[in-house]
Nanobody, 121 residues
Framework: QVQLVEYGGGLVQAGESLRLSCAAS????????MGWYRQAPGKQRELVAVGSSGDSTTYVDSVKGRFTISRDNAKNTVYLQMNSLKVEDTAVYYC???????????????WGQGTQVTVSS
């Protein structure tokens, strides 16, 4: 019903930048929010940043001032601009979208396949 495709991961050095993008496609009524999570080896998946349809954004403290989330609602796409990357940002980054398929149903969460971000020192 809903597919999320991510782009933009890779290998960079500490201090450099990367931009992730995630496009949602399929049949749905509306997207309530889109965001990014990450999971490092041996750690739980954590929220990185999320943006709602009302333009509010939330960031985990460790990325505030370095990462910026933005959405293109016309393209059902969310971006994550990551600047001043640190070794500890290394993880698999997953796109998340909370989507309402039909007006009478509660929204459901959908996930992308994940994209690897590796930051070397």
């Amino acid at each position: 019903q809903v597919q999320l495709v991510e782009y933009g991961g890779g290998l960079v050095q500490a201090g450099e930048s990367l931009r992730l993008s995630c496009a949602a496609s399929g049949r749905f009524l509306s997207i309530m929010s889109m965001g990014w999570y990450r999971q490092a080896p041996g750690k739980q998946r954590e929220l990185v940043a999320v943006g709602s349809s009302g333009d509010s954004t939330t960031y985990v403290d460790s990325v505030k001032g370095r990462f910026t989330i933005s959405r293109d609602n016309a393209k059902n796409t969310v971006y994550l601009q990551m600047n001043s990357l640190k070794v500890e940002d290394t993880a698999v980054y997953y796109c998340n979208a909370r989507v309402r398929i039909r007006w009478y149903e509660n929204p459901s969460d959908y996930w992308g396949q994940g994209t690897q971000v590796t930051v070397s020192s």
